[in-house]
């Protein structure tokens, strides 16, 4: 099916159907309850995990497969999401020509910085990388302020030129971005009972964008060029021994995931037209890092996983505040509840990010696959039990590793 | 000549901040073969430990004075702090004065326990691991140790000023022979300086002129070879982790003067110190040290209005320019041995 063996076209159609129905399944509180403020079905934080999927899935194609960790690689999102609203400033607030812009923007833009970096591996790879998005960053914030409104940002104006579309709208502001007349902010709210959904443009345009890329993705890991970035990954001199140039296919492999980089930048101004620096910055790179090696670095699914669980944490868990605690552990008498909501408040809210910090370094030391070969070790645990029950012969439910 | 002499004690006070993290860095991976990504943070909590100690030494008994009132007309409270009960007002308060340099013997043991539990609980484990692995899980130590902190001390920085005897400033150029007021320098900022100087020459006589240091020296050279001998040369490894953290909290105590203590202070150095290290050549100490002072310099010099204005940006970037250039054009760096991190 599409091109696929049976078992990916398989996981393809249950991310489809997952990213379909998102919505609703981010959504299992009714409104008003006091669960409510687990959901996440809203559009702003569903369009953030798709391109964050996006950006994710870009950085795998590189760092999963050829190994080269590169610690820059916001700069490329970066880079894009300038390039994007750099459009939607002159041409029109079609959102078709700023991603397709912010695409090849980025994709120039890391054709240089991994043309120059793939000179060295290792360390010194993550450190040019490291250098390259730090120097973007740095300028982006200062010398470049013309094309990139340093401090502020770059932001739409009322007059900026827009030779495709009109400056401003009959009410003297600035129009939103759309799809060929379909604008992204639009959506249906869905009454159900309690229940509140929100199907919203955005969201499924992102949605669609995350799917093709995923597609892509899948198409790339299965193929001999997909295969070539594995043998970078396990033996490169053996590779130099058979004939074989590593360089072009690493390089490629690192252009493929700046465009995806600059994909998601595009997205990103796309539903929100601005774009800052500190979006280069490398906390930024940092970021994408920990959430391909949480999901799991090098399998299909993992970095959508990875990007759905921190972004979900950055926006839901971080709002969780020791009033809530105090009443969900209101049941107990006094003194405990004081016991146990000081020793839960630092992992929470503001202190998210030890949370954070914590979960990744266990999965590094524990879990190097991260949260998909969890699930797979859950599933053989799961598995074996059972062929013990029925006396059955064991299944092999170990599968090779990705 | 003498804007020039400016800047070249301008750069000095970062270098060295650079210069002594990037030690420990190059100790760190020239012993164990670890790439810490959580040296920054070392050097934060070193600063820390300045905090610390200044609060700790605040720490103060609350007694009532029924003489004096306050402006409702309540008796006042008074806070004395125990110090200068315990050792009268005149060296109590000179021991409060005094905090940040007091902190380096506090901080000594601190930071050495500290590097002693980050490897014998954590980093042992990473040896047989890819040097991704280890920036990964140093990374994030960094971030875990960076949360505690910001939630201890919270996230706003924290001055912590040097003792008010060495608040002023040096005029330098008067002792070089140039007209007074032309060059100017902070007292603070020249002892960091000499005070790196210190420890860096400490680090390396220790290496060179003690068994130990022998030893430690073989062991980076040849690490079976020694281990054959029947020296147990992974305890003196830990111990040289140690001796790194306390070398990178070394540089935080002092630093904390210069500018305000806070939870990420570590990360915007990190970056630069890998640099550095780059730069100089990973697994060489002198390189190190060399480049950690050259980076500094060459970061002030290119902040002068005159090459700003010259080549606008310039200040923000040379650090990166420079290592880009050496990493492409001598990939071992400036002094970096033959075989080490050659994948």
């Given at each position: 099916m599409?091109?696929l063996?049976?078992k990916?076209?398989?996981?393809f159609?249950?991310?489809?159907a997952?990213t379909?129905?998102?919505p609703?399944?981010?959504n299992?509180?009714p409104?008003n ?8 079905g809203?559009?702003?934080?569903m369009q953030?995990?798709m391109i964050?999927?996006?950006?994710a899935i ?12 590169s610690?820059?690689?916001a700069?490329?999102?970066?880079v894009?999401?300038y390039?994007?609203?750099w459009m ?8 078709i020509p700023a991603?397709i812009v912010?695409?090849v923007?980025?994709?120039v ?6 043309y120059?970096?793939l000179r060295?591996?290792g360390?010194y790879?993550s ?6 998005a730090q120097?973007s960053?740095?300028l982006?914030y ?6 990139t409104?340093?401090?502020t940002?770059?932001q739409?104006a009322l007059?900026d030129?827009r030779?495709?579309?009109v ?8 129009p939103?971005?759309n799809?060929?007349?379909l604008e992204?902010?639009?959506?249906i709210?869905i009454a ?8 919203n ?5 992102s949605a669609?964008?995350m799917?093709a890329s995923f597609?892509?993705?899948i198409r790339?890991?299965r193929?001999?060029f997909?295969?070539m970035?594995k043998a970078v990954k396990?033996?490169?001199q053996?590779m130099?021994?058979?004939g074989i140039?590593p ?7 690192f252009v493929?995931?700046g465009?995806y980089?600059g994909?998601?930048?595009g ?7 601005l774009a ?11 970021e994408?890092v920990l ?8 399998t ?11 972004k ?5 868990f971080s709002?969780?505040?020791d009033n809530i605690l105090?009443?969900w552990?209101?049941?107990m ?6 016991f146990f909501?000081t ?7 503001k202190g998210w ?5 914590i ?6 030391i524990?879990?190097p696959?991260g ?6 070790r ?7 039990k ?9 299944t092999?439910?170990?599968s090779p590793?990705? | 000549?003498?804007?020039?002499i ?9 270098g060295s ?6 030690l420990?860095?190059?100790?760190i991976?020239?012993?164990l073969?670890?790439v810490n990504f ?5 050097f934060?909590?070193g ?7 200044s609060?700790l030494?605040?720490?103060a008994?609350?007694?009532i ?6 402006f409702?007309g ?9 110090v200068?009960e ?7 308060s000179?021991?409060l004065d005094w905090s940040?340099?007091?902190a380096?013997?506090f901080?000594?043991?601190i930071?050495g326990l500290?590097?002693?539990?980050m490897?014998?609980?954590?980093i042992?484990?990473?040896y047989k691991r890819?040097h991704?692995d280890q920036?990964l899980v140093?990374f994030?130590l960094a971030i875990?140790?960076?949360e ?6 919270g996230?706003?920085?924290i001055?912590?000023p040097?003792?008010?005897a060495?608040?002023?400033?040096l005029?330098f150029?008067v002792l ?6 032309t ?8 002892i960091?300086?000499?005070f ?7 680090v390396?006589?220790?290496?060179q002129?003690?068994t130990?240091g022998m030893v430690?020296r073989?062991?980076?050279a040849d690490r079976e070879?020694v281990?054959l001998?029947?020296?147990n040369?992974d ?6 982790f ?5 070398v990178a ?8 003067p210069i ?5 990420h202070m570590g990360m915007?150095f ?8 780059v730069?100089?050549g990973m697994?060489?100490l002198p390189g ?5 002072f ?15 204005t010259l080549i606008?940006?310039?200040n923000?970037i040379?650090i990166y ?8 054009t001598?990939?071992r760096g400036?002094?970096?041995r033959?075989?080490?991190m050659?994948?």
């Amino acid at each position: 099916m599409f091109g696929l063996k049976q078992k990916d076209a398989t996981l393809f159609l249950v991310v489809v159907a997952i990213t379909a129905l998102a919505p609703f399944l981010l959504n299992p509180f009714p409104e008003n309850s006091e669960l409510a403020q687990f959901n996440a079905g809203y559009p702003d934080l569903m369009q953030r995990f798709m391109i964050f999927g996006i950006f994710a899935i870009g950085f795998n194609i590189l760092f999963g497969l050829t190994g080269y960790l590169s610690f820059g690689h916001a700069a490329f999102l970066g880079v894009g999401s300038y390039a994007g609203v750099w459009m939607l400033k002159l041409l029109s607030m079609n959102i078709i020509p700023a991603i397709i812009v912010s695409v090849v923007v980025a994709g120039v833009f890391s054709l240089i910085v991994g043309y120059i970096s793939l000179r060295r591996s290792g360390i010194y790879f993550s450190i040019l990388t490291l250098a390259f998005a730090q120097m973007s960053f740095a300028l982006a914030y200062s010398v470049l302020t013309p094309i990139t409104g340093g401090e502020t940002g770059l932001q739409l104006a009322l007059d900026d030129p827009r030779i495709f579309g009109v400056a401003q709208t009959a009410d003297g502001s600035i129009p939103l971005t759309n799809f060929f007349g379909l604008e992204m902010r639009d959506g249906i709210e869905i009454a159900a009972g309690p229940w509140l959904f929100t199907l919203n443009v955005g969201y499924y345009l992102s949605a669609i964008v995350m799917l093709a890329s995923f597609y892509v993705a899948i198409r790339i890991f299965r193929s001999p060029f997909g295969m070539m970035l594995k043998a970078v990954k396990s033996n490169q001199q053996r590779m130099n021994y058979t004939g074989i140039n590593p360089k072009p296919y690493t390089l490629a492999a690192f252009v493929i995931s700046g465009m995806y980089a600059g994909l998601a930048g595009g997205l990103m101004v796309a539903m929100d037209p601005l774009a800052g620096a500190e979006r280069m910055q490398w906390t930024a790179s940092g970021e994408v890092v920990l959430m391909t090696i949480l999901g799991g670095a090098g399998t299909l699914v993992g970095p959508l996983l990875g990007a759905g669980v921190i972004k979900y944490f950055e926006n839901i868990f971080s709002k969780i505040n020791d009033n809530i605690l105090y009443e969900w552990f209101s049941f107990m008498p006094g003194g405990l509840q004081d016991f146990f909501v000081t020793i839960i408040y630092p992992f929470i809210g503001k202190g998210w990010h030890l949370t954070l910090g914590i979960m990744f370094m266990l999965v590094v030391i524990f879990l190097p696959g991260g949260i998909v070969e969890g699930g797979k070790r859950l599933g053989r645990l799961f598995s074996r039990k059972k062929a013990e029950g029925g006396g059955s012969d064991a299944t092999p439910a170990a599968s090779p590793a990705e | 000549m003498d804007a020039i002499i400016l800047q070249i004690l301008n750069g000095l006070d970062k270098g060295s901040a650079y210069a002594l993290i990037a030690l420990g860095l190059t100790l760190i991976f020239g012993t164990l073969g670890v790439v810490n990504f959580a040296h920054g943070a070392l050097f934060m909590l070193g600063a820390f430990c300045a905090v610390t100690l200044s609060r700790l030494l605040q720490t103060a008994s609350v007694t009532i004075d029924p003489e004096r009132t306050d402006f409702l007309g309540n008796p006042l409270k008074v806070e004395t702090p125990y110090v200068i009960e315990w050792f009268g007002p005149e060296v109590g308060s000179l021991i409060l004065d005094w905090s940040v340099p007091l902190a380096i013997l506090f901080a000594i043991p601190i930071m050495g326990l500290i590097g002693l539990a980050m490897e014998r609980g954590l980093i042992k484990h990473f040896y047989k691991r890819p040097h991704a692995d280890q920036i990964l899980v140093t990374f994030g130590l960094a971030i875990v140790l960076q949360e505690i902190v910001k939630y201890f001390y919270g996230a706003n920085p924290i001055p912590t000023p040097a003792p008010d005897a060495l608040v002023g400033s040096l005029d330098f150029g008067v002792l070089v022979g140039f007209d007074a007021g032309t060059v100017i320098y902070p007292y603070w900022r020249l002892i960091y300086f000499v005070f790196a100087a210190v420890v860096i020459g400490v680090v390396f006589a220790f290496l060179q002129f003690t068994t130990f240091g022998m030893v430690v020296r073989a062991g980076m050279a040849d690490r079976e070879t020694v281990g054959l001998l029947g020296i147990n040369i992974d305890r003196r490894f830990t111990l040289m982790f140690a001796f790194a953290a306390i070398v990178a909290g070394l540089a935080g105590v002092m630093y904390a003067p210069i500018n305000s203590p806070n939870y990420h202070m570590g990360m915007d150095f990190l970056v630069l110190s890998f640099v550095v290290v780059v730069v100089g050549g990973m697994g060489s100490l002198p390189g190190a040290v060399a480049a950690g002072f050259l980076l500094g310099v060459l970061e002030s010099f290119a902040s002068m209005p005159q090459v700003v204005t010259l080549i606008p940006g310039i200040n923000q970037i040379i650090i990166y320019l420079v290592a880009i250039i050496i990493l492409l054009t001598r990939p071992r760096g400036l002094m970096g041995r033959k075989g080490v991190m050659e994948a």
